[in-house]
């Protein structure tokens, strides 16, 4: 059972996932939660890989968060109404930047810890 709310976003070109080691686009990120992110790509993943992602999410016009993120893949499976391949990922190890990055969106939505919605 899921012990997080998850953000989903409303364009899917909010956060972009590349290759850290070629830097070449792989996908965006469909929702995250504390823990973990669906990937939309062109390609698919398989379930059970481990591997290394870069995250890339401008906050502001002058504020970039850009980092790698050691994740599992838990679930992949294609979507014929997007036509995008989809993977749920979980995080290795906790990750600062990850956490920063949630709650960046969290307060952008105006959401509370609990995860409701405050009034704004």
Known sequence: ?????????????RVKVSNPRTNA?????GDVSETG?????DTAFEQGAEV???LRMRVK????LQFDLDVACKWSGSNAKTGYYEAGFILQEPSA?????????RI????TENG?????
């Open 25 to 29: 686009l792989i996908g965006y990120v």
């Open 1 to 13: 059972m899921r012990n997080q709310s998850r953000l989903q976003f409303r364009s899917i070109f």
């Open 116 to 120: 409701d919605y405050s009034p704004v």
């Open 108 to 111: 952008q939505r105006g959401e």
């Open 37 to 41: 992110l669906k990937v939309l790509s």
């Open 97 to 105: 930047e990850f956490a920063l990055m949630v709650e960046k969106l």
């Open 52 to 54: 290394v992602l870069r």
């Open 61 to 64: 016009d002058d504020e970039v």
